[in-house]
C-alpha cells in the first residue's frame, strides 16, 4: 500500500513539472512572437540601394527605399494633415582610441500633404526644419497620387552630404545614413497617441565605408 502512495506521489509531481515546463515554453514561445512582430513594425523600411561617390569637390549619396505607409498614417494623409519626414547623412572618421569624430552632417525634411480640393499632392524638401514662420529654401513638387509622391520621397538622387573641405584624408572614414518618419512635427492632438506607437515608426539605419571615395 504504502508503494501504491508513494508512486502516485512521485507521478503527480512529475505531471505538475512537465504542465510548468509547457507553460514556461509556452509564454516564452508567445513572448517572441510578440517581439517580432514588434519588430518587424520597427524595421518596415527596407534600404536596396546605398552609395557615395565623390564629384566636383563634394560627396553626394543616392538611396533607394521601400516601405509601405501605415493604415493610421495613410487616414491622416486622406484627411489633409501634412506628414513628415527625416533623412540624415553624418560623416565621421572612426577612431579606436576615443568615439568616432563627426566631420559632416547633412539633414533632409521632406513633407508631404494632400489637397483634397485639387486632389493632388504636395511634396515640400527642405535642408531646414519646416516652421510657422514659412518654408524659407525648399523645393516644392505636385503630383497627382500617392504612389507618385512616395516613389519620390523614397527615392534620394546625388545628395550633397559634405565638401571635401570637411573632411580629413587620413583614416577610415563612414557615411551614417538614416530616415525616419517624423511623429514630432504632426498636429499636438495627433502626437499624443502617435509618440511611442509602433504604427507611426518608420525607421532605417546604415553605415558604410567612404575612405576610398574621400582618398582617391
Not at 534600404?47 to 509601405?68: I, P
Amino acid at each position: 500500500m504504502q508503494s501504491v502512495t508513494t508512486t502516485v506521489f512521485i507521478t503527480r509531481c512529475w505531471l505538475k513539472a512537465r504542465l510548468k515546463d509547457v507553460l514556461a515554453y509556452g509564454l516564452a514561445a508567445f513572448a517572441c512572437l510578440l517581439l517580432a512582430g514588434a519588430a518587424q513594425a520597427r524595421t518596415s523600411v527596407d534600404l536596396s540601394e546605398l552609395k557615395v561617390e565623390r564629384a566636383d569637390g563634394a560627396l553626394y549619396l543616392s538611396a533607394q527605399l521601400h516601405f509601405n505607409l501605415p493604415t493610421v498614417v495613410e487616414d491622416a494623409l486622406s484627411k489633409g494633415i501634412p506628414i513628415y519626414f527625416v533623412a540624415s547623412a553624418e560623416v565621421v572618421r572612426e577612431r579606436w582610441y576615443w568615439y568616432d569624430r563627426e566631420m559632416a552632417m547633412a539633414q533632409r525634411y521632406i513633407r508631404v500633404i494632400y489637397q483634397p480640393l485639387t486632389r493632388r499632392w504636395r511634396l515640400n524638401t527642405s535642408a531646414e526644419p519646416f516652421g510657422n514662420t514659412g518654408l524659407g529654401v525648399t523645393l516644392t513638387q505636385y503630383y497627382e497620387s500617392q504612389s507618385e509622391v512616395l516613389a519620390a520621397v523614397q527615392r534620394i538622387a546625388r545628395w550633397r552630404i559634405a565638401t571635401l573641405a570637411d573632411l580629413d584624408h587620413g583614416g577610415r572614414q563612414s557615411v551614417k545614413f538614416r530616415f525616419r518618419l517624423d511623429a514630432g512635427q504632426l498636429p499636438r492632438t495627433l502626437q499624443v497617441g502617435a509618440v511611442g506607437e509602433t504604427d507611426w515608426e518608420l525607421f532605417v539605419e546604415r553605415q558604410i565605408d567612404v575612405t576610398a571615395e574621400v582618398a582617391r
